[in-house]
């Protein structure tokens, strides 16, 4: 039990070495680079944080509703001191136990610059702030920036995902379950057991549940900036990563972090990427770029995919105003789409078929209307 002027609060710590393994190694928090939190963030502002100014927050709640009508009645606060990771637990073990748990808290968390959260900014920090409102309190976690790892993980993995709740992550990112776990769903009756009852066996579980969620951030923040460091070498993560700086109008890292892993993919994993780095080049106007790779795409398919015809033969017919160039790369694709039909090996909707049909006569119509013009200017 810990003291304050405002009553007494339950306060529990863990300590883990930097040897110890959740899905990563703790330690390798410390090889992440300043850059790393600017490109998970995308604010420039986290460029100099230093190790010990980071926090890890995550917060117990009597519902998942929101509101003033909803207590916070457990907060974890991670970081690391002294080689090791320490977690505090700030626990209220009824409703006037409250303004002692925030006010431990408040000052436990003076010294960090940044807090490391999963949908921190939406949930955990709304209504941490709440309660520091209707108890008359001010707070310094307004001033704390925020680090939410669940917006990078939406950009990075929602595709593969669906889900990106914390269990899914674990399980399809991280690589493990956890076992014997309370499911966050049934913390709050737990904790409301808890208070009728006053059996301390109703609440270890959620104590545990919330140290791992903690761990969990601090290998999810490591995860995530490896694979924006462009460590990872696996091909979901290098193809979701070039998706991702192109969605971030970060052109030329889409395209570096594309080039850097190219060799060592399968051929599967080789188009998948190639589409994604056409489409880079080609919305940041790198045309030039653009033609090569959809040429690399039509060579390394071996079947028959109509995207990249398509592509080139728009890039000759408007940009380059080569027609001719823009006929044959539609008769190179008739003639892939018939060969490949006579080998059943064409799975494709008969809506790009007819688009590229469309793109041949409107060529044709194009190249006959310029030959007419030509032999009427030599008759004359």
Not at 211 to 225: Q, S
Not at 233 to 249: C, I, K, S
């Amino acid at each position: 039990m810990t003291s304050t002027g405002n009553g007494e609060c339950l306060v529990r710590e863990r300590c883990f070495p930097l040897d110890y393994v959740h899905s990563v190694p703790l330690r390798r928090f410390f090889d992440l680079e300043r850059d790393n939190y600017i490109l998970i963030t995308k604010q420039r502002s986290l460029g100099d944080l230093a190790p010990h100014c980071i926090g890890f927050l995550d917060t117990e709640t009597t519902g998942l509703a929101g509101g003033t009508g909803t207590y916070v009645f457990l907060i974890g606060l991670g970081y690391f001191s002294n080689n090791s990771f320490h977690i505090k637990q700030y626990f209220m073990r009824d409703y006037p136990d409250e303004q002692a748990m925030l006010n431990l808290f408040e000052k436990d968390i003076q010294p960090f610059s940044a807090i490391v959260s999963y949908n921190g900014k939406s949930y955990d920090i709304p209504a941490l702030r709440t309660r520091y409102v209707l108890n008359r309190m001010n707070t310094f976690l307004e001033q704390v920036q925020q680090i939410d790892l669940l917006h990078s993980t939406r950009r990075l993995w929602k595709k593969e995902l669906g889900s990106c709740d914390l269990a899914s992550v674990e399980a399809g990112i991280l690589g493990f379950r956890r076992e014997s776990d309370i499911p966050g769903a049934e913390i709050p009756n737990a904790y409301f057991d808890f208070l009728r009852t006053r059996d301390i066996r109703q609440i270890k579980p959620i104590f545990q549940h919330n140290a791992m969620d903690i761990v969990t951030l601090v290998a999810l923040l490591i995860r995530t900036a490896e694979v924006f460091a462009g460590r990872s070498e696996t091909a979901v993560d290098v193809v979701n990563l070039v998706r991702t700086f192109d969605q971030m109008g970060q052109h030329d890292l889409a395209a570096a972090a594309g080039a850097r892993y190219f060799e060592s993919m399968n051929p599967q994993e080789v188009l998948r990427l190639l589409a994604h780095q056409a489409q880079v080049h080609k919305r940041a106007g790198q045309w030039g770029r653009a033609e090569t790779v959809w040429h690399q795409w039509i060579n390394l398919s071996h079947t028959f995919d109509p995207v990249p015809y398509i592509e080139l033969a728009k890039l000759y017919e408007h940009r380059t105003r080569d027609l001719e160039q823009a006929l044959k790369i539609v008769q190179r694709a008739e003639k892939q789409y018939e060969m490949l039909s006579q080998l059943d090996r064409i799975d494709m909707p008969q809506t790009a078929l007819r688009e590229l049909q469309h793109r041949k006569r409107r060529i044709l119509n194009k190249i006959s209307r310029i030959t007419s013009s030509d032999n009427l200017n030599g008759k004359a």
